[in-house]
C-alpha cells in the first residue's frame, strides 16, 4: 500500500545551547573567504557556513540575501521552479539579529544564522500565511508559531519563507501531480524541468537541491520526505514518529504525521534534525524513548558508521529495472567496501495491510482537519466547508483533478467507529512485524531504492507510479527512514533510503553518513528542459 506521497490509495472505492560539534571537513573550506562568489556558495555546506562566519568571512545576512537572489532569478524567473510559494519580508532582520548576536559571542548552535524554508502547511505565526498550497486558506495568518518553528527561532535559524507542496499535503485526490498546488502552480524538478519533484514536500526538496536554501523543513505521511529527496537528489530524514512535533502542522493522519528535515547533505540534515527535535507535551508520539533525545544529532556522523553493520536489502527490487538494478549493485558495492554485511531480504511485504492504511487515513484527516481549521484563523472551519469552498471556486481550484479523498473522508465516522479501530490495529500490526525483520537477521538497518527515475509532469492523469517504495514499512510503521542520493539515470537521481528501529536516528544518521561520504552521487542541477535536452 502506498500513499501518494506516498499512500497511492488503492482501495478508496473498498537550542539553545548547542555546542558546534560537526565532524564533516572538506576540502571547500580552505577555498572559501571573504570573496565568496556565487559559484562557490551554491553547494556550501551547513559545517562550512558555520565555520565561514564564526571567522567573521561570511554573515548570515549575506547568506540570506544570497539565498533570496538565488529565488528570483531561478524559481521566480529563468527555469521558474516554483518551490517557493512566499517568502518571509523579515528574514533579512531576522539575519541581521543573529549576526549581532554572534558578534556578541552569543551563537545559539549548529543553526545559528542559516536559512531555513519551511513547508507551507506549517504554522508560523508571522506575516506569512499557512494554506497547504491551497486557494481555500489563502489569509490564514496563524495565532502561534507550530512548536518546530519555536524551536527553529531558539535555535537561530533565519526562516526564509515556505516552500509550495501538493497541495493539501496530496491527500485531495488520487489522480493528483506531485508539487501542483491551486495557491502556487506546478513545482519542477531542478535537473530536468518537465519531471515531477515527486510530492508532496516538493518545495522543500526542490529549493534545497537548486541552492534556493541551505536547509529545508517537509512533513511525511509516507514517503513526502523520502520521495522528493530521492527525485531531487537531495538527503532527507522522515524521523520517528514521536521525535519532531506535529502541534500546528496541518495534519493528515496522527499515527504516521511527521516533519522532517531535508539537505544537501547528510551533515546538513542532521544540523537541522537537532533543532527540530524535541519532547512536546501537546503532542504525545506514537512512539517514546527511554532516553533524551540528543541535542546534536552531528556528532554521530561518522566516516566508519558502516562498520561492522548487517544491512537487509529488498530482494523484490532487484532485476526489476536496469538501470535501476545497476544503481543498486553499485550501492551494494559501496556498502560492502566500508565493512557492511548485505542480506536480502522482504521486508516489503509487512505493509500489505489490505486496505487499512487508506482506511485509517480518511477517518483520522477528517477529525484532525476539522480541529486544525476550527482552531485557525482560515475562513472555511471544516471539512464540510472546504469541500464546498472548492465546488464554488472548481475552475481555479480543481482545474486537472478533484477531491474524491475529501469527499470519502467526510463520508467517514468518528475515531470512535469500528471501522476504524480494525484499520489502526491492522497499522499497528506493521510495526511488531518490521521489529521481527529486524530481530530474524540480525539487521541494523534495513535498505531500497527509494523510488525510480522521476516521471512526466501530468497533470491530467496525474503521477506515474515506478514500482518502488522501500520507505512505506517505515512510514507505516512510524519507523525512521533516511533517503539518499543513489546515482542518476539520464540525468534524473535516484536516492537510497535506510530504514531503522525507533529512535535509531543516531545509528542511520552514521550509516548514511558512511555511504555518502563513499559513493559521493549529489550532483547539482542543470536545469534541462527534457531528457537529452541540453
Known amino acids: 500500500m502506498k500513499r501518494r506521497t506516498f499512500i497511492h490509495l488503492t482501495s478508496i472505492a473498498g537550542l539553545s545551547g548547542i555546542s558546534l560539534s560537526f565532524t564533516e571537513c572538506t576540502p571547500r573550506e580552505q577555498q572559501a573567504g571573504e570573496d565568496n562568489t556565487r559559484s562557490n556558495l551554491e553547494e556550501m555546506t551547513v559545517p562550512e557556513m558555520q565555520r565561514l562566519m564564526g571567522q567573521g568571512k561570511l554573515t548570515s545576512r549575506k547568506l ?52 531555513v524554508l519551511i513547508k507551507d502547511n506549517i504554522n508560523t505565526a508571522d506575516k506569512m500565511q499557512t494554506t497547504a498550497g491551497s486557494l ?85 505521511t509516507n514517503g513526502s520526505i523520502a520521495c522528493p529527496s530521492s527525485m531531487n537528489g537531495v538527503v532527507g530524514i522522515k524521523p520517528t514518529v514521536g521525535l519532531v512535533s506535529r502541534s500546528g502542522i496541518i495534519p493528515i493522519s496522527k499515527t504516521q504525521d511527521t516533519a522532517g528535515p531535508i539537505g544537501r547533505t547528510v551533515s546538513d540534515a542532521a544540523a537541522l534534525l537537532g533543532a527540530l527535535a ?15 533525545f540528543p541535542a546534536d544529532y552531528t556528532k554521530f556522523l561518522s566516516a566508519d558508521g558502516l562498520k561492522g553493520k548487517r544491512v537487509g536489502v529488498e530482494k523484490t527490487f532487484l532485476d526489476k529495472h536496469e538501470g535501476v538494478d545497476n544503481l543498486i549493485s553499485k550501492a551494494l558495492a559501496h556498502l560492502r567496501s566500508q565493512g557492511a554485511v548485505i542480506v536480502e531480504v522482504d521486508f516489503m511485504e509487512t505493509q500489505d495491510v489490505d486496505g487499512a492504511e487508506s482506511t485509517l487515513l480518511q477517518f483520522e484527516f477528517k477529525d484532525g482537519i476539522n480541529k486544525y481549521l476550527a482552531g485557525s484563523n482560515a475562513k472555511v472551519k471544516s471539512l464540510e466547508a472546504l469541500i464546498a469552498f472548492n465546488k464554488t471556486n472548481e475552475a481555479e481550484v480543481m482545474p486537472f483533478f478533484k477531491q474524491e479523498l475529501f469527499e470519502s473522508s467526510q463520508a467517514k465516522g468518528d475515531l470512535n467507529s469500528k471501522e476504524y479501530k480494525a484499520a489502526l490495529e491492522k497499522i499497528n500490526k506493521v510495526a511488531g512485524l ?91 542541477p542543470k536545469f534541462l528542459p527534457s531528457i537529452g535536452k541540453n
Not at 507535551?281 to 506514537?286: C, H, K, Q, W
Not at 530481530?439 to 525510480?452: F, H, I, R
Not at 497533470?459 to 533516511?482: C, K, L, Q, R
Request: contains cysteine.
Open 136 to 220: 481555500a486558506l489563502e489569509g490564514n495568518i496563524a495565532a502561534a508559531d507550530a512548536f518546530i518553528v519555536k524551536r527553529l527561532r531558539d535555535a537561530g535559524a533565519v526562516i526564509l519563507g515556505k516552500t509550495n507542496l501538493s497541495e493539501w499535503a496530496n491527500f485531495r485526490s488520487s489522480r493528483s501531480s506531485s508539487g501542483w498546488s491551486s495557491r502556487g502552480g506546478q513545482t519542477k524538478n531542478p535537473y530536468v524541468i518537465d519531471r515531477s519533484p515527486c510530492g508532496s514536500s516538493s518545495g522543500s526538496g526542490v529549493a534545497v537541491s537548486a541552492n534556493l536554501c541551505a536547509v529545508a523543513v517537509g512533513t511525511e
Open 434 to 524: 518490521l521489529e521481527k525483520e529486524f530481530e530474524k537477521n540480525n539487521l541494523d538497518a534495513l535498505c531500497g531504492p527509494a523510488t525510480g527515475a522521476a516521471w512526466c509532469i501530468d497533470p491530467v492523469n496525474g503521477d506515474f507510479w515506478t514500482g518502488y517504495g522501500s520507505y512505506g514499512p517505515a512510514a507505516i510503521s512510524g519507523f525512521p527512514s533516511i533517503t539518499v542520493p543513489m546515482g542518476n539515470l539520464n540525468d534524473l537521481p535516484v536516492g537510497l533510503s535506510f530504514l531503522g528501529k525507533p529512535f535509531s536516528e543516531p545509528e542511520l544518521i552514521g550509516i548514511a553518513y558512511a555511504y555518502e561520504q563513499v559513493s559521493k552521487h549529489r550532483v547539482a
Open 278 to 292: 524535541g519532547v512536546d507535551p501537546n503532542d504525545p508520539g506514537r512512539h517514546t524513548s527511554e532516553t533524551a
Open 64 to 115: 540570506t540575501q544570497f539565498y533570496l537572489d538565488q529565488i528570483r532569478t531561478i524559481d521566480e524567473n529563468g527555469p521558474a521552479l516554483k518551490s517557493v510559494i512566499e517568502l518571509n519580508p523579515d528574514a533579512l532582520a531576522i539575519a541581521d539579529a543573529m549576526d549581532r548576536d554572534r558578534k556578541n559571542g552569543k551563537v545559539r548552535g549548529n543553526m545559528h544564522g542559516i536559512p
